[in-house]
């Protein structure tokens, strides 16, 4: 069976011009939804996908309708192939994985969307590592200052407790907590 599948990001948008394309290249059934592409979970596309039976192929009328990234467009295929079914774009004639000639182009960009991510892992690292050496230091920054130090000053006085430490100072009772274990002070309880 022939499934179409066709996408537009808003409600406004119009999908007309893909549903004729669809019917043009004998889509038996058409799935149709308004949601933006970068959402995983698209309900008609999760519905196509459950309903492919073996030797189903499905069309689109180009490849944005249907993936937004190579790696999400890799995924799709995969989970239609792996049913023993194809996937065919209207407009981009090399995504047509029932023919040598699409299954070799996916595997290129396999190749190319692997290598790009591999590139930028290693740049990251590599700008981790020069930030460290020039003295950056990395996480999340260390709250506190006076407020903290007023808030350890309360706890060693034990005038309140815990909780209404934190709520008097505005410091997260996790900080102070830790703060505290780092000072080898016995924290008392909330």
């Not at 981009?92 to 969307?113: K, V, Y």
């Not at 830790?178 to 008392?188: A, D, V």
Request: proline share 1%; glycine share 8%.
């Amino acid at each position: 069976m022939l499934r179409g599948y066709a996408r537009v990001s808003t409600v406004e948008q119009n999908l007309d011009r893909q549903i004729i394309a669809l019917q043009e290249a004998g889509c038996e059934k058409i799935y149709q939804e308004k949601i933006t592409g970068t959402t995983k979970d698209r309900t008609e596309l999760q519905r196509l996908l459950a309903e492919l039976e073996e030797g189903d192929t499905v069309i689109v009328k180009e490849l944005t309708r249907v993936s937004r990234s190579t790696l999400d467009m890799l995924d799709l295929v995969q989970q239609i192939t792996e049913k023993g079914c194809f996937i065919r774009s209207l407009s981009e004639s090399w995504l047509d994985t029932g023919s040598p000639t699409g299954e070799l182009m996916l595997t290129l960009m396999a190749g190319i969307a692997q290598f790009e991510r591999r590139l930028l892992l290693q740049r990251c690292a590599e700008g981790r590592a020069v930030a460290v050496a020039k003295g950056t230091k990395m996480g999340r920054p260390r709250t506190g200052g006076k407020q903290l130090d007023f808030a350890i000053e309360l706890y060693k006085n034990k005038s309140m407790s815990i909780r209404k430490i934190c709520e008097s100072t505005g410091i997260a009772k996790a900080t102070l907590c830790r703060r505290l274990k780092e000072l080898g002070l016995t924290t008392q309880s909330a």
